[in-house]
């Protein structure tokens, strides 16, 4: 028989049995798909020796017993092959995942937390009206912090962690003033300091932002508008939430991109293993209708 012949034999199968009763209704494909789970089902218990009804036995005998009496064929093979593949393959999955955790985690590793960021504004309120703080007192506060929950690093290390956050912290008390002179007073809803931040600019004496006082501080000196508080704020903020919310996904794209590119080649390899497998298992279905 030609396969288009068999094809033609499936497809009046599926129509006879579609219109039995109030069974289920399937197209060829997924009433392949039941006949072989039915299949092994019932070679499974012959195997395990349990009673099997009328039809199980006649299923048994129209495809041979040569599985259940223990001699392997090509289709044990290739349903075992299938299964090393499929679990090979949710192990590659895996270890994508833990591949993404560990990034994650070592990241949280080294953030500096809360708890140091007070442990320097302490020393830093303790020596505020000095240019900075002596180097055997900014000595004991490095042992200090590195008894912390937090990452541990040398005096000149934290020097450098504390001078980007005081400058990134300058930047963003600039840019919240810069609105609020643009949109009559809005605030910026996704950039608010906290009160860790706003004590350092307390500490700081940072009282200048573009020649011009600024209210973090205290500092209440009126200003006048450059324009009304208006649907222009809202426009600005929702715009700001957007590039925010694509860049938090940029980054981890890349970063899963990062650990897909690892373990690129695994997977192609399982991919191909999949396909072949798949392939095999047709032409063996192929071969037992044609008998």
């Known amino acids: 028989m030609t396969p288009k012949d068999i094809e033609m ?8 049995l579609n219109a039995c009763g109030d069974g289920p209704t399937r197209d060829i494909d997924g009433w392949k798909k039941v006949f072989t789970e039915w299949k092994s089902q019932v070679r499974k218990k012959a195997r395990e020796s349990k009673p099997l009804n009328e039809l199980e036995n006649h299923v048994l005998t129209a495809t041979g017993k040569i599985v259940v009496e223990g001699i392997a064929t090509a289709s044990d093979k290739l349903l075992q092959a ?10 590659g999955l895996g270890e994508v995942a833990a591949g993404l955790n560990a990034i994650a985690k070592e990241k949280i590793k080294t953030r500096t937390t809360q708890e140091q960021y007070g442990v320097y504004l302490s020393f830093l309120g303790k020596y505020q009206y000095k240019p900075d703080i002596p180097e055997d007192e900014f000595s004991k506060m490095c042992c200090l912090l590195n008894t912390c929950t937090g990452p541990t690093h040398d ?4 020097k450098q962690v504390f001078k980007e956050w005081t400058s990134k912290i300058k930047i963003t008390a600039r840019n919240i003033y810069t609105h609020r002179l643009r949109t009559g007073g809005a605030m910026l809803t996704n950039n608010v300091l906290t009160d860790l931040e706003n004590k350092l600019l307390y500490l700081i004496n940072i009282i200048v932002i573009i020649s011009m ?3 973090e501080l205290g500092l209440t000196k009126s200003t006048k508008p450059n324009c009304k508080t208006s649907l222009l704020a809202t426009k600005k903020i929702k715009h700001l939430k957007g ?7 940029l980054k981890v794209y890349r970063t899963a991109l990062a650990v897909y590119a690892k373990s690129a080649p ?3 390899k399982l991919f191909k293993s999949c396909v072949d497998v798949l392939s095999a298992c047709e032409r063996l279905l192929n071969l037992l209708i044609a008998k």
């Open 9 to 16: 034999l499936w497809q009046k199968l599926a129509d006879k």
């Open 243 to 249: 590039i925010n919310k694509r860049n938090r996904n």
């Open 82 to 91: 299938y299964i090393e593949t499929t679990d090979s393959q949710k192990e």
């Open 266 to 268: 695994d997977i192609h």
């Open 155 to 158: 005096a000149q290390q934290w």
């Open 213 to 215: 006082q600024i209210p």
